[in-house]
């Protein structure tokens, strides 16, 4: 029986979580009286916590000390997990659990490949953890995508070559990681965005069984 490996991005591919990113920083702003929009969070999808500051501060022209930088680091953090610890089931992207439980079925290795640090926490709020036979997120990396790091550790923890590997992303960085990694890159969102993508799909619901087969088959 043929074996790839499917690895999943977390963050707009399994839940989204993004609103919760932009009401954490949209308090903090409000801290610095810095007006902070949805546009503008869209900037910020897949930058570090450092960065993010730097571009929050640079939009609204304000200068801090280290100090208070690395203080509101923390309280964005601590805000951000405070909304993610009441995240439940219902919280699921659309046919995410579908695709999962199919690939399940067909004893294919299933990864997460996640930037975020606190991916482990999310599965487990949303009670998917045991889906998958290895967890990569950002607490196991050095490099951030477009580097490749995050989704080679993910093969090699499930024992699978690079190229029999398939990646679930939803950002452009994560396509291109997918891509110099030498997988195959499914992009969840839209083709303008996503173009570098092998395969574009709105979302799982686009996906059908026999489009998964093909894929586990080939």
């Given at each position: 029986?043929n074996?790839?490996?499917?690895?999943?991005?977390?963050?707009?591919?399994?839940?989204?979580?993004a609103?919760?990113?932009?009401?954490?920083?949209?308090?903090?702003?409000?801290?610095l009286?810095?007006?902070?929009?949805?546009?503008?969070?869209?900037?910020?999808?897949?930058?570090?916590?450092?960065?993010?500051?730097?571009?929050?501060?640079?939009?609204?022209?304000?200068?801090?000390?280290?100090?208070?930088?690395?203080?509101?680091m923390?309280?964005?953090?601590?805000?951000?997990?405070?909304?993610?610890?009441?995240?439940?089931?219902?919280?699921?992207?659309?046919?995410?659990?579908?695709?999962?439980?199919?690939?399940?079925?067909?004893?294919?290795?299933?990864?997460?490949?996640?930037?975020?640090?606190?991916?482990?926490?999310?599965?487990?709020?949303?009670?998917?953890?045991?889906?998958?036979?290895?967890?990569?997120?950002?607490?196991?990396?050095?490099?951030?995508?477009?580097?490749?790091?995050?989704?080679?550790?993910?093969?090699?923890?499930?024992?699978?070559?690079?190229?029999?590997?398939?990646?679930?992303?939803?950002?452009?960085?994560?396509?291109?990681?997918?891509?110099?990694?030498?997988?195959?890159?499914?992009?969840?969102?839209?083709?303008?965005?996503l173009?570098?993508?092998?395969?574009?799909?709105?979302?799982?619901?686009?996906?059908?069984d026999?489009?998964?087969?093909?894929?586990?088959?080939?």
């Amino acid at each position: 029986m043929n074996k790839k490996g499917f690895i999943f991005d977390l963050d707009g591919v399994i839940v989204d979580t993004a609103k919760y990113h932009f009401l954490a920083w949209k308090k903090l702003a409000k801290r610095l009286d810095i007006d902070f929009t949805e546009e503008e969070n869209e900037q910020l999808k897949g930058v570090s916590r450092v960065k993010s500051l730097e571009k929050i501060l640079a939009w609204g022209n304000k200068t801090i000390s280290q100090e208070q930088f690395t203080a509101l680091m923390t309280s964005k953090n601590t805000d951000y997990l405070s909304y993610i610890s009441e995240m439940h089931e219902n919280e699921i992207l659309p046919d995410v659990q579908r695709i999962l439980d199919m690939l399940i079925a067909k004893k294919q290795p299933i990864s997460l490949g996640s930037a975020s640090k606190n991916a482990r926490t999310i599965l487990d709020r949303v009670n998917l953890r045991s889906h998958f036979n290895a967890i990569v997120d950002g607490n196991d990396v050095s490099k951030a995508k477009p580097d490749p790091e995050v989704f080679l550790i993910a093969a090699k923890q499930l024992f699978i070559k690079p190229e029999n590997c398939i990646v679930f992303e939803d950002s452009v960085a994560g396509v291109q990681a997918a891509n110099a990694a030498n997988m195959i890159s499914i992009g969840i969102g839209s083709k303008t965005v996503l173009g570098e993508a092998n395969y574009v799909f709105k979302d799982f619901t686009e996906i059908s069984d026999e489009f998964l087969k093909t894929l586990i088959n080939n």
